[in-house]
C-alpha cells in the first residue's frame, strides 16, 4: 500500500490532450498519378500523392515539413495555409532549422543538404563519410554546442541491422557512434547533449545512446519497447 502510494505520486499518470487538425495539404497540391521512384520501389503502403514528414519550425515561428518522394518543402503560415517552399530533385525525409538560419535536411536520396531561406538553392552538405556514400539520412536534429546528429537509415531492418548514428561536429569532424542500428529513423537529444535517443522502428523500440567525455558512445541500450 505505501510503496504503492509513492509510486503514483512519483510517477503520476500524463494528462490527456486532444489533438485537433491544424492544416490539411490541398488538394491542388496533392500530386495524384504522379510517378515516384521512391513510391514505386519502397516497401510498404505509402500514400500515392504526398508523404509528409519532418515537421519543424524556424525561430521566426514558421512551419515546415516536407514531401518525401516529390522533393517539396512546405511552410505552412498561422491560419494552415501550404506554401511550396522550395522543390528539388531529391526525398527529404528530415527537416531542423540552423540557429543561422538555414534549414538542413536529411535527404533519402542525396545524403545531408541545406536549403537557404533567402534563396530557396538546395545545395549538398554531406553526402560521403570517408569516400563511402551515405546509405540513406532519415532525420537530423542540432546540439547546443552545435553538433549535428543525424541517422542514416535507408533499407536496414531486422534482416540488415546495419543502420548508423553519425555526428558531424562544428569544426567538420565526422563520427559514426553506432553502425548496428535495424532501421534508424527519428533522432532527439536530451537538453544537455549527453544522451542521443533514437526510434529504431524495426525493432519497435527507441534506443539510448549515451555520450562519453571523449565524445564516444557506449552502454547503449533499449530505453523503450
Known amino acids: ?15 490527456a490532450t486532444t489533438a485537433e487538425v491544424f492544416a490539411r495539404l490541398p488538394d491542388h ?20 500523392h504526398s508523404l509528409l514528414e519532418g515537421p519543424a519550425f524556424d525561430r521566426d515561428g514558421n512551419f515546415y515539413c516536407v514531401d518525401v518522394p516529390f522533393g517539396r518543402v512546405f511552410r505552412v ?27 538542413f535536411i536529411a535527404d533519402y536520396k542525396r545524403g545531408i543538404v541545406v536549403l537557404d531561406p533567402e534563396t ?8 560521403r563519410v570517408r569516400l ?7 532525420d537530423l536534429v542540432f546540439g ?9 537509415q535507408a533499407l536496414t531492418g531486422m534482416q540488415d541491422p546495419t543502420g548508423r548514428l553519425y555526428r558531424v561536429k562544428p569544426d567538420g569532424r565526422i563520427d559514426c557512434l ?23 522502428t524495426r525493432q519497435n523500440a527507441i534506443w539510448r545512446v549515451p555520450i562519453l567525455r571523449d565524445g564516444t558512445a557506449a552502454k547503449v541500450g533499449v530505453f523503450l519497447q
Not at 553506432?178 to 542521443?196: I, K, Y
Open 144 to 152: 547546443r554546442n552545435g553538433d549535428l546528429v543525424f541517422t542514416d
Open 1 to 15: 500500500g505505501a510503496g504503492r502510494a509513492e509510486l503514483t505520486a512519483l510517477f503520476a499518470p500524463p494528462p
Open 77 to 103: 503560415d498561422p491560419q494552415g495555409q501550404f506554401e511550396v517552399f522550395a522543390e528539388y530533385d531529391g526525398w527529404p525525409t528530415g527537416l531542423k532549422p540552423h540557429r543561422d538560419g538555414r534549414i
Open 29 to 48: 497540391l496533392r500530386l495524384v498519378g504522379r510517378e515516384s521512384e521512391f513510391i514505386s520501389i519502397h516497401p510498404g503502403h505509402i500514400p500515392v
Open 120 to 127: 530557396r538553392a538546395v545545395r549538398p552538405f554531406l553526402e
Open 178 to 200: 553506432v553502425d548496428t542500428l535495424p532501421s534508424p529513423n527519428g533522432v532527439a537529444l536530451d537538453p544537455r547533449g549527453e544522451v542521443v535517443y533514437v526510434a529504431v
Open 132 to 138: 563511402e556514400h551515405l546509405k540513406a539520412p532519415n
